[in-house]
């Protein structure tokens, strides 16, 4: 599950614990959002994020 912008995975936590008895359940920050703390020298781009997330599915 993805956040919307300018918030963080933590908005996902009362779905995530309801869904996670039948299914993995990964809500990971977006760059530079909520607990990732890392930058991108330039500002990232929708396919850039989803660049990033691909190995996660």
Same mark, same amino acid.
């Given at each position: 599950? +993805?956040?919307?912008? =300018?918030?963080? !995975?933590?908005?996902? @936590?009362? /779905? %995530? @614990?309801? /869904? %996670?008895? @039948?299914? @993995?359940? =990964?809500?990971? *920050? ?7 703390? !890392? ?6 781009? =929708?396919? *850039?994020?989803? %660049?990033? +997330?691909?190995? /996660? +599915?």
């Amino acid at each position: 599950m +993805l956040h919307s912008s =300018l918030s963080s !995975g933590r908005q996902w @936590q009362v /779905l %995530k @614990q309801a /869904l %996670k008895t @039948q299914f @993995q359940v =990964l809500n990971p *920050d977006l760059m530079g959002y909520g607990t990732h703390t !890392g930058r991108y020298p330039t500002p990232m781009q =929708l396919a *850039d994020e989803a %660049k990033l +997330l691909w190995p /996660l +599915l």
